[in-house]
């Protein structure tokens, strides 16, 4: 199941051409710079703006060289940047109306469904003015999904609420792209929304697709050809063991397995961790003294320029034979680690100096010290 879109539009002096195959389930972040079009090629995919080109969500084909079938008979929603709730009715009467829009037998997603996804019970007989940012925001969103839409289009659904509001918001957001079948388009330019929320990511630039593709492997693509300084890596990983004494837990993923600050997660849950380019150094021998846990065998990918002349973007593998795994890495070190099968990029900042003493190139064998790794979702 996939969703094919081609779009042409030309909008005063703009103008957007993208070509995307984007999975037909779980969320697609279009991410980029103010202006690089990506509300424009939402509005291409709802049928708001009329491109010339293609869209086929799933099998169904919503628009081609004949037809272009009009935004009112799509089956998807809109959640914009602010709820548009209807102020004179409750949070029930407002979900009720998305729900009645949608013939009975044409209904896939349920009141109490959407009402419990949301977190919405207690709210329901308040009316939108005494809600928080936040709150219409979740009201906003269950009244979307009561419409039973084949694709969900989200552009910027946070970026009007505050740090702890969104903060609030993320987790049900996370749970929606675990429980829905349906596919979501999320237009944001916040990094963390991407590396949170995101399975696969669009980066758009002046009306072009930058890059596209699933997430992990995309972002560290990105973050070696346009290093900014939160530049860094998303990827999924499962934890595999604690250690109480430390508050650590250990996290596996294709390649290897790191320690991180242990969230209470229970074994066997499946984490996003974050690691920054900046976090991440590289040494040829593993440092059998340092203070660093998490020191995991890798070879270099390839490397860009930084954002200075001093500064070098080295694109590395975390992953090596079972000879070198065995001998590295972690705090149990000379111990076998559970690296799952597999490779995960990870994007490196070092100095141009050290990329020359070091003599980094691709294919070297590296060891990659990882001085910090977040646990985001
Ligand atoms: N109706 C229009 N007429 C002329 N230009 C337009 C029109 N709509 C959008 N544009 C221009 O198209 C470009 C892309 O706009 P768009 O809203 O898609 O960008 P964006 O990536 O969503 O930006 P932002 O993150 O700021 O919302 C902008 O330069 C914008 O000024």
Request: proline share 6%.
């Amino acid at each position: 199941m996939t969703i094919e879109a081609m779009f042409r539009r030309t909008l005063g002096a703009f103008d957007l051409d993208v070509s995307l195959a984007l999975p037909g389930t779980g969320v697609t972040a279009l991410f980029g710079h103010s202006g690089s079009g990506k509300t424009t090629t939402l509005r291409c995919v709802a049928g708001l703006e009329r491109a010339a080109g293609r869209l086929c969500v799933n099998g169904a084909v919503w628009q081609d060289g004949r037809r272009f079938v009009p935004v009112h008979r799509r089956p998807l929603a809109y959640v914009f940047q602010e709820a548009s709730l209807f102020p004179h009715l409750s949070v029930r009467a407002n979900l009720a109306y998305g729900e009645r829009r949608v013939p009975g037998c044409d209904r896939r997603i349920w009141f109490e469904q959407a009402v419990t996804w949301l977190g919405l019970g207690h709210l329901l007989d308040r009316a939108p003015g005494k809600l928080s940012g936040g709150e219409r925001q979740r009201v906003a969103i269950a009244r979307a999904l009561l419409t039973s839409p084949r694709l969900l289009l989200m552009d910027e659904p946070l970026s009007a609420l505050d740090h702890q509001s969104r903060r609030d918001i993320l987790p049900y957001l996370e749970h929606l792209r675990d429980t829905l079948s349906i596919p979501i388009l999320y237009v944001t330019h916040a990094p963390d929304e991407v590396a949170r929320l995101a399975s696969h990511l669009v980066v758009l630039d002046n009306g072009r697709v930058a890059a596209s593709g699933p997430l992990t492997a995309t972002m560290a693509a990105v973050g070696l050809k346009t290093p900014e300084s939160d530049s860094g890596v998303a990827f999924e990983a499962t934890v595999v063991e604690r250690e109480a004494r430390w508050a650590l837990m250990r996290a596996a993923f294709p390649g290897g397995s790191m320690w991180v600050r242990d969230d209470g997660r229970p074994l066997g849950a499946r984490i996003r961790l974050r690691v920054l380019a900046r976090d991440v150094s590289l040494a040829l021998e593993r440092a059998v003294d340092g203070s660093i846990l998490n020191v995991l065998p890798a070879r270099v990918l390839d490397c860009a320029p930084g954002d200075h002349p001093s500064v070098v973007m080295a694109r590395i593998a975390l992953g090596g034979s079972p000879e070198r795994l065995r001998g590295g890495g972690n705090a149990d070190r000379g111990t076998t680690l559970p690296a799952m099968d597999g490779e995960t990029p990870l994007v490196s900042r070092l100095t141009a100096r050290s990329m020359e003493t070091l003599a980094l190139g691709p294919g070297t064998p590296v060891w990659a010290q990882i001085k910090s790794a977040a646990v985001i979702g």
